[in-house]
């Protein structure tokens, strides 16, 4: 297990609609990404927030939104849900400095949007 | 732009040895990554090769040539256990990675 956890595991949500996910990075990390995973498909990265602050983007809209926290934890914010939007969020931490290439994976929210 | 090619699927028995490719074509590459992910689980690294070589990680492998744009994962002395999706990925400057699609490898016994 890495240490990064995320919630809620599972949910159910209407299209429209506005969910809110959250991830506790592993201790030490500062740094947290966000990744879209659809079904048999490769990890998407959304963003990533270092020091309270978005630290670049990926090819999303802005109707995706984010939280670091002091103590680094995350929330990742979706508003108008898509059906699109049914997917595996993952969080993934890491410290800024650390070894590269290596990002440590929360087990993810399986969104289904209905 | 940034894009890794990796086939889809591979299947092979236990004890076997299975190669899987990755090609890609990034401005600016850094390095490759891989990562493995069990079904429901959470994608955990592998290995990471900034230079052209081989790592070898116990029966895993990773290779990596610059010049080809081109890397492989070597999973040695299969197990049941290996049975996962296998990705490659790309890292920009701040571990923002860009991922392949992925390589599901099935053991049989």
């Known amino acids: 297990e890495t240490g990064v956890t995320q919630s809620p595991t599972h949910l159910i949500k209407t299209r429209g609609q506005q969910v809110t996910l959250r991830c506790s990075s592993q201790s030490g990390h500062n740094t947290v990404s966000w990744y879209q995973q659809a079904l048999g498909q490769g990890p998407q990265f959304i963003f990533q927030?270092?020091?309270?602050?978005?630290?670049g983007r990926g090819n999303f809209p802005p109707r995706f939104s984010g939280l670091q926290f002091p103590n680094y934890s995350s929330e990742l914010n979706v508003n108008a849900l898509e059906l699109d939007d049914s997917a595996l969020y993952l969080c993934?931490?890491?410290?800024?400095?650390?070894?590269?290439?290596?990002?440590?994976f929360g087990e993810g929210s399986r969104l289904t949007v209905l | 732009g940034q894009s890794l090619e990796q086939p889809s699927e591979v299947t092979a028995v236990e004890g076997a040895i299975v190669q899987i490719n990755c090609t890609y074509q990034?401005?600016?590459?850094?390095?490759l990554s891989w990562y493995q992910q069990h079904d429901g689980g959470a994608p955990t690294f592998l290995s990471y090769n900034a230079l052209d070589g081989l790592e070898e990680t116990g029966r895993f492998s990773s290779f990596l040539s610059r010049s080809d744009s081109y890397g492989y994962l070597l999973l040695q002395e299969l197990q049941m256990k290996d049975s996962a999706s296998y990705f490659c990925?790309?890292?920009?400057?701040?571990?923002?990675?860009?991922f392949g699609g992925g390589t599901r490898v099935l053991v049989k016994p």
């Open positions: 993934a931490s890491t410290r800024a400095g650390g070894a590269v290439g290596e990002l440590f």
């Open positions: 990034t401005s600016g590459f850094y390095g």
């Open positions: 990925a790309e890292g920009a400057a701040g571990n923002k990675l860009t």
């Open positions: 927030y270092y020091r309270e602050e978005e630290n």
